[in-house]
């Protein structure tokens, strides 16, 4: 069974960084695309930012220029950059797999407070 297990998240000042990582234990094959969403407090899961098999990114307009997302497929682990952050970038972040066939795979999330 595959699992996704966030970890980096935490409290940080405005203007300050995290690190997210994303790792995905079990047998998985066929990544077609990994990618980061934000969950608001009371708002709807969005995209933040992904990251195809053939190397293509992507990114939500209001992280353009401040995260960036990275891999390592050796080791099936995705990496989210967040730079300059701000308050409106607190939330829960998610990690998201998409497979071959369909299949989506989603870790439980890491809370990310950005406040002073």
């Known amino acids: 069974q595959v699992q996704l297990v966030e970890s980096g998240g935490g409290l940080v000042q405005p203007g300050g960084s995290l690190r997210l990582s994303c790792a995905a234990s079990?047998?998985?094959?066929?990544?077609?695309?990994m990618g980061w969403y934000h969950q608001a407090p009371g708002k709807e899961r969005e995209l933040v930012a992904e990251i195809r098999a053939g190397g293509a990114t992507s990114y939500g307009d209001s992280v353009k220029g401040r995260f960036t997302i990275s891999r390592d497929n050796a080791k099936n682990t995705v990496y989210l950059q967040m730079n300059s952050l701000k308050p409106d970038d607190t939330g829960v972040y998610y990690c998201?797999?998409?497979?071959?066939?369909?299949?989506?795979?989603w870790g439980k999330g890491t809370l990310v407070t950005v406040s002073s």
């Open positions: 998201h797999f998409e497979r071959l066939g369909g299949i989506e795979n």
């Open positions: 079990g047998s998985i094959f066929g990544i077609s695309a």
